[in-house]
Structure formats: C-alpha cells, structure tokens
C-alpha cells in the first residue's frame, strides 16, 4: 500500500459521523473506495487485493454496524481481485465504487416503491430515528397527506427531528414524541415502519429504542415492517455489532461518580417483525434467513468478521 495514503485520515468522516443512516454512510465509502482506487500502490493483483481489504476493513472498523458497507468491500474484492491486471483492477474497483453508489439510491426507491401500498388508508404510522429508506417510503404514499406519522425522536442525537421537519415540508401530519413515549403511542397506531442498519443472525440491528417499540407492537397487535434494500442482509454467521460505546457528552456533562451508558444500536429479533420489505418486495422471517444461506464472503471478509466474534 503506498505509505502515503493515511488510513485513519480517509476514514475519518465516516467514523466520526454519528447522525447519517447507513445508506448515506454507504455513500461516503463508496467516495473513499474511488480515492484510493487512484492512490494505492501495488505492483500485482494480488497486492492491490490486499490494499482494498486494507481499505475494507478500515470501513468497517469506522462504521461496523452499517452492513451495506460489508456488500460494497466484498463486491470491490470479488472484482479487483480477478482483474486481469493491476490497472484493470484499479477500474473495475472504481467502476463498483460507483455502480453502487448510484444503485443506493435506486434501490431505496424500489423498497418505497413496494412499501407505499402496504402503508394504512387511515391510521398513524409510527417509526423511530430517521431512516432515508423509511422517508423516502412514507414520502411516497399517495395518501401521506390524510395518514398521520409519529416520530419518536432517538435519543441521543434526535434525528428524528430530521425526519419529521422533512415530512412536514411535504405536507404530511407529523407528531415527534420522545423515545420513552412508545408504550403510550404505539397502541394507537395502525402500523409500525423501522429502517434497518443490518439483518442477521441476531435480528434486525436499529436504533436504540427499536426493541421496545417491537415489543410494544407485538403485545398490541400492531404489525411491524421492517423497510430495507438488501445490501443491510448479511450472511450467516456475520457479526452485527452493538457494543459501541459513544461519548458520555451526548447525553449529559455528569458530575463526578456519574457514569453515562450512550449505545446508539440494539437487536430486534426477527420473530417481533411482521415482514421485511426489500426492493424485490415483502419477505417473511423464515424467507430472510433463507436469502442470507444464499450470500457468498471473501475470505479477507470471513477472517474480520471472525475477528470480530
């Protein structure tokens, strides 16, 4: 890898962004796999290989949660790896770099596309955090005018402010409630719509405050539908990770003998959701674990997730 390219430095933004769902965390990456397309050093295949996974698994150590980012570094590998030489690797690299980033967007469209009739003539829509997937979906229901949306707000960065400023621009009725409001709201609503950062073994990976909306759904009779593209599937046996601990100031400047507990993701098992909704349409559990028996993983991939475990 040429010792130039700094690591730490090309990840950076995306490690430090706390705010951004993971399709727009995608975006970014796929931006640092075109930069150091051009400014890697290797003098075979098999080292340029080696640079992407060291770029790879930079990523993914900056945004571990964000499984589209586990698609985008597999698909570069697959690609660069079987170029018939360096600089064909390099292109073909860029080339998925971009292809991907642009399909980001696509298949965002496609899963709103397929949720929009599966949203409620009448009744409140609830959803938590501010997923792009779930706005863009909710934006697209040609009743969103007439079907209220409540909006718990996700504690601690509140980006659900984001989402409801952005549905009542469009003309949609739009509650923001905080996060402990679930018990109260939920059971008043007809559904329930959650973005996902990663399906896998555990379940379905969301923002803090996820598990007890599902749970409140569940014991409400409320359905839940789960609105993701299928680069947020991942292979069995693929770790999600939970444990980020992020800064005690987010939440409050404690005196001393305070300790702030600040994670900003949990598990939903799947058994609380009553379909996932991807770009090729509504899926049940069982149909989502059997796509992820499907997912091939590179070996550089296969030994960071081990890791990881």
């Known amino acids: 890898?040429?010792?130039?390219?700094?690591?730490?430095?090309?990840?950076?933004p995306l490690?430090?962004?706390?705010?951004?769902?993971?399709?727009?965390?995608?975006r970014v990456a796929t931006d640092i796999v075109r930069r150091a397309s051009r400014r890697l050093t290797a003098e075979t295949v098999a080292e340029l290989r080696q640079g992407f996974a060291d770029v790879g698994m930079a990523l993914l150590e900056a945004q571990p949660a964000m499984a589209p980012l586990v698609t985008l570094v597999g698909t570069v590998l697959?690609?660069?790896?079987?170029?018939?030489?360096?600089?064909?690797?390099?292109?073909a690299a860029r080339r998925i770099a971009e292809e991907f980033r642009t399909d980001l967007g696509l298949r965002s469209s496609r899963v709103a596309a397929q949720a929009a009739p599966l949203l409620p003539v009448e009744?409140?829509?609830?959803?938590?955090?501010?997923?792009?997937?779930?706005?863009?979906?909710?934006?697209?229901?040609?009743?969103?005018?007439?079907?209220?949306?409540?909006?718990?707000?996700?504690?601690?960065?509140?980006?659900?402010?984001?989402?409801?400023?952005?549905l009542a621009q469009a003309g949609v009725p739009?509650?923001?409630?905080?996060?402990?409001?679930?018990?109260a709201l939920v059971p008043g609503c007809a559904l329930v719509v959650l973005g996902a950062d990663s399906i896998g073994d555990a379940g379905v990976v969301n923002k803090l405050g996820s598990l007890a909306v599902a749970t409140v759904a569940r014991a409400a009779g409320i359905p839940l539908l789960v609105?993701?593209?299928?680069?947020?599937?991942?292979?069995?046996?693929?770790?999600?990770?939970?444990?980020?601990?992020?800064?005690?100031?987010?939440?409050?400047?404690?005196?001393?003998?305070?300790?702030?507990?600040?994670?900003?993701?949990?598990?939903?098992?799947?058994?609380?959701?009553?379909?996932?909704v991807t770009e090729s349409g509504a899926m049940t559990p069982a149909e989502v674990t059997a796509y992820r028996c499907t997912i091939g993983v590179p070996p550089e991939l296969r030994a960071w997730a081990t890791r990881r475990q």
């Open 1 to 12: 890898m040429d010792g130039n390219l700094d690591l730490e430095a090309l990840v950076a």
């Open 15 to 26: 490690r430090d962004d706390v705010l951004s769902g993971a399709v727009d965390i995608a």
């Open 78 to 91: 697959q690609a660069a790896g079987s170029a018939p030489d360096v600089e064909a690797g390099r292109g």
């Open 123 to 166: 009744g409140a829509v609830l959803t938590l955090s501010s997923s792009s997937t779930v706005r863009e979906a909710l934006l697209a229901n040609p009743n969103r005018e007439a079907v209220p949306v409540v909006v718990l707000e996700s504690r601690p960065m509140q980006e659900g402010q984001f989402l409801a400023s952005a």
């Open 174 to 183: 739009v509650t923001l409630a905080v996060d402990a409001a679930a018990a």
């Open 227 to 276: 609105l993701t593209d299928k680069t947020k599937v991942l292979p069995l046996g693929f770790p999600q990770h939970l444990g980020d601990q992020r800064p005690a100031r987010e939440v409050w400047r404690p005196p001393a003998g305070v300790r702030i507990w600040n994670r900003y993701f949990e598990v939903v098992p799947l058994d609380l959701v009553t379909g996932v």
